[in-house]
T-cell receptor
Framework: NAGVMQNPRHLVRRRGQEARLRCSPM?????VYWYRQLPEEGLKFMVY????????ESGMPKERFSAEFPKEGPSILRIQQVVRGDSAAYFC???????????FGPGTRLTVL | AQTVTQSQPEMSVQEAETVTLSCTYDTSESDYYLFWYKQPPSRQMILVIRQEAYKQQNATENRFSVNFQKAAKSFSLKISDSQLGDAAMYFCAYRILNAGNNRKLIWGLGTSLAVNP
């Protein structure tokens, strides 16, 4: 009965490279939320997805960031041409449906050199 | 604006003593959930306790309890008999029930709790 899984746990990228963060929901969960935690701050909502659909991406930066949750496989948060300001912890949370509790993964810590 | 304010960036408590962490929030909605999450050095986000806004009774979970004052939009966390393992960042958050299909969490900036032996 695995919980929410995220990989990698730590990711180091140089400026200009791409970062791909993966989130595997708990069994039976089809709703995925991505949050970003900048140093010394709380979490900020980025995007909410259901299988194959982006429901709300109002928290995503307009450029360089994208997210997907395909029919098969994990949800992926993709950051193109990373900059130092992208350094943060990225958490995904998954839920069975809109009414149920969100369960958090361990996060991916992205460091941009 | 939907905001959560945690006015205490840092707190400390002696082991076995009681500590209260403050949280206020601002929302125009009437139906929502309130949460306290714990984030230890491992960075894993752990749910401590939650409260449904429509319930008047304060939630309790073992040594953790809340003081929910809906009119004042206040949601404080009380930790009784503090243990060394309680040392962590504590985040207050709320989730609106009626925001279309998005139940995103709105977060405070956190309170860092130190437990002194």
């Amino acid at each position: 009965n695995a919980g929410v899984m995220q990989n990698p746990r730590h990711l180091v990228r140089r400026r200009g490279q791409e970062a791909r963060l993966r989130c595997s929901p708990m069994k039976g969960h089809s709703h995925v939320y991505w949050y970003r935690q900048l140093p010394e701050e709380g979490l900020k909502f980025m995007v909410y997805l259901q299988k194959e659909n982006i429901i709300d991406e109002s928290g995503m930066p307009k450029e360089r960031f994208s997210a997907e949750f395909p029919k098969e496989g994990p949800s992926i948060l993709r950051i193109q041409q990373v900059v130092r300001g992208d350094s943060a912890a990225y958490f995904c949370a998954t839920a069975r449906d809109v009414y149920n509790e969100q369960f958090f993964g361990p996060g991916t810590r992205l460091t941009v050199l | 604006a939907q905001t959560v304010t945690q006015s205490q960036p840092e707190m400390s408590v002696q082991e076995a003593e009681t500590v209260t962490l403050s949280c206020t929030y601002d929302t125009s909605e009437s139906d929502y959930y309130l949460f306290w999450y714990k984030q230890p050095p491992s960075r894993q986000m752990i749910l401590v306790i939650r409260q449904e806004a429509y319930k008047q009774q304060n939630a309790t979970e073992n040594r953790f309890s809340v003081n929910f004052q809906k009119a004042a939009k206040s949601f404080s966390l009380k930790i009784s008999d503090s243990q060394l393992g309680d040392a962590a960042m504590y985040f207050c958050a709320y989730r609106i029930l009626n925001a279309g299909n998005n139940r995103k969490l709105i977060w405070g900036l956190g309170t860092s709790l130190a437990v002194n032996p």
